[in-house]
């Protein structure tokens, strides 16, 4: 008997990282008086995000290696902007702490999405505004992000021989970067994608997802949108669509800033999906070695890089796409 139980116990799956966000957004959401019941899983990555129909709000489930602080961080840069007549998702309620898991609330602007153009403009005045008043904004560095990324890496996540190739490429990568002339700093968002904004009914843009939000080297929201043309497969026009609202294509302008930009770019794209693969998505391997392998074999473009992961949903509920 006591055999028996060992092997069920042995090849019993583990719980889905979704379905324990869930629990705990639902946990969250009674605590503080919203109601969860058809709860749309919206993100479904390094954290969870969740629309509350029947609230009018959004919840985002942080991952467990979130600082309390980062979150009230964000929150109050929501704030900040808002008061600055930069629009965003107001916080709404308070952060709840639910089964291991930080949980924040913000109010639900829809989910519509802007255009190319919208979204190029909206990231353009973004740039433009001045400090932040009542809200120490973060230094963003990209480049000590993708160091830290990769020295989080688990040995499960990548091989040695992988770990010290992306080191010497990011090392590389990094002295010419530096070495280059750079904008002045300003306020930067660092995660540039239309998933990352909605467009409400007023029909007034609006910057979604500040958790990478600082204050930074502009070149890297300015090159995203090439970026994701390059090596995702983003439709030539759309990018076009998004420089003629931004007012600016940098892989026009300047290509060879543009072309340090890149390995930088992508090697912190490959790292996160090397972690995620390892740590909650293991159906996301083969893209993270695809990636790896473009890297580490200096391919050229167009890489063809999934665009997203698609993941469905252990309960039912709608599918759901991360964009990185």
């Known amino acids: 008997m006591i055999s028996s139980l060992s092997g069920l116990l042995l090849t019993a799956e583990a719980p889905d990282p979704a379905d324990t966000a869930r629990q705990a957004l639902t946990d969250a959401a009674l605590n503080q008086g919203f109601d969860p019941d058809g709860a749309e899983l919206l993100h479904d990555a390094r954290n969870w995000v969740f629309r509350l129909p029947n609230s009018g709000v959004v919840g985002k489930v942080h991952s467990r290696s979130t600082h309390y602080a980062d979150v ?3 929150a109050r840069t929501a704030d900040a902007l808002l008061a600055a007549g930069f629009p965003t998702a107001a916080p709404v309620g308070r952060i709840s702490v639910a089964r291991g898991h930080l949980v924040d609330f913000t109010e639900d ?3 519509n999405h802007p255009s190319q153009r919208q979204h190029g403009a909206l990231i353009r005045r973004l740039h433009l505004l001045p400090r932040l ?21 688990r040995p499960s996540a ?6 010290t190739g992306l080191r010497l490429l990011l090392t590389t990568a990094a002295a010419a970067y530096h070495q280059a002339r750079r904008s002045e700093l300003c306020l930067t968002h660092n995660d540039i994608t239309v998933t990352n904004a909605a ?9 979604l997802d500040l958790e990478t939000f600082g204050r930074g080297d502009p070149a890297w929201d300015q090159a ?6 390059d090596v995702f497969g983003k439709d030539p026009r759309e990018h076009e669509e998004w420089v003629d609202g931004y007012g600016y294509d940098i892989a026009a ?13 992508g090697i912190n794209s490959c790292l996160f999906y090397l972690d ?10 083969p893209e993270a070695e695809l990636r790896l392998a473009t890297l580490l074999e200096d391919r050229p473009f167009p890489w063809d890089w999934a665009p997203f992961y698609i993941a469905e949903e252990p309960a039912p509920a709608a599918t759901t796409r991360h964009a990185s």
């Open 109 to 111: 602007l829809g989910p």
């Open 276 to 285: 995620w693969a390892d740590r909650i998505r293991p159906e996301a391997r």
């Open 72 to 74: 009230v961080r964000q």
């Open 224 to 229: 995203a949108s090439a970026f994701a043309r």
């Open 199 to 207: 467009l409400p009914k007023d029909g007034e843009a609006a910057l």
């Open 158 to 163: 990548v091989a040695d021989s992988g770990r």
């Open 133 to 153: 008043a009542g809200v120490d904004v973060v230094r963003v560095d990209k480049v000590a992000r993708a160091y830290a990324r990769l020295d989080r890496l």
């Open 253 to 265: 302008a300047d290509p060879g800033l543009y072309e340090l930009l890149v390995p930088i770019m």
